[in-house]
């Protein structure tokens, strides 16, 4: 989905009602924004949108559709096990499959924000970096360093025999920070994914953060609590980076304070392991 398929607007098509509401009301609304959620956070089905929600009001289902991308990651690390695999190994089968779910929307965002922040002399400068397709040597250094921390958490995780739980909670969590980030921040560019996704509600925010966190308690309240701190310490360093250098927030910031979320995450769950 590119830039000009989530313009600010998002208003319904005709005959729809006010702001995209379907007329099935508000039960018929919810599920388009989840549609909406699983179509902008994925590359799976979602069918066809019947109304046209804002990208803001889909903004409480990204944890439940970041619950579904870990889900399928552990399945693929469980299976990896099953067959014979090492922990390690089944830790690159899991983001394997990660990645090929969300066609590694996050990670690109990631070297798109080590590239421009990295390269760039100007806010003007950075954000015209971090358009490039084009990927520089901090780029695919961040997002091979990512890759491989990663890795690591998620294989201590399945040697611990709490793999699923911590795919699943981690994946929704880092993604329960991203409103948060969307209702606080202001949009650094005037058109792109920020553009679109800014302005989210705080109550909106307040859901999704709820529910990442519901999603962490299975790995115990006592690590849930100390991993929600990591990553919501870590979502809050890129987004104050961003602020100073480009004044707010792109799709490519949103990106790079998931994965660094995780990764605070699978550290934190790492370090309590051990």
């Not at 089968?93 to 922040?117: N, R, S």
């Not at 553009?195 to 849930?224: D, I, S, Y």
């Not at 250098?245 to 990106?255: K, P, S």
Request: charged share 15%.
């Amino acid at each position: 989905m590119n830039d000009g398929d989530m313009n600010d607007g998002g208003e319904g098509h005709g005959g729809e009602g006010h702001g995209g509401v379907r007329p099935g009301g508000m039960n018929g609304r919810r599920i388009e924004e989840f549609r909406l959620a699983v179509m902008f956070l994925t590359r799976l089905p979602a069918g066809r949108l019947s109304g046209a929600p804002k990208m803001a009001d889909s903004a409480w289902a990204w944890p439940i559709v970041g619950a579904g991308v870990g889900a399928i990651a552990a399945l693929a690390a469980a299976s990896a096990l099953w067959l014979g695999m090492s922990p390690a190994m089944a830790a690159l089968v899991a983001l394997a499959a990660g990645a090929l779910v969300t066609g590694a929307m996050h990670e690109d965002g990631l070297g798109d924000v080590a590239d421009g922040f990295g390269g760039g002399d100007t806010a003007a400068r950075k954000l015209d970096i971090m358009r490039d397709s084009r990927v520089g040597s901090y780029g695919v250094l961040a997002i091979v360093l990512a890759m491989l921390f990663r890795a690591e958490g998620i294989a201590t995780a399945l040697g611990h025999g709490i793999g699923a739980a911590a795919l699943i909670g981690l994946a929704a969590a880092s993604r329960a920070c991203l409103p948060a980030l969307l209702a606080l921040m202001p949009a650094a560019r005037t058109d792109g994914l920020g553009r679109a996704a800014a302005k989210v509600a705080p109550r909106t925010a307040r859901a999704a953060l709820a529910m990442g966190a519901l999603c962490l308690l299975p790995l115990g309240f006592e690590t849930a609590l100390a991993v929600a701190v990591a990553m919501a310490l870590a979502a809050t360093s890129i987004a104050v980076l961003a602020l100073r250098q480009i004044g707010g927030q792109t799709g490519d910031v949103m990106g790079a304070a998931q994965i660094l979320a995780e990764i605070a995450g699978w550290a934190t769950l790492a370090a309590m392991c051990w």
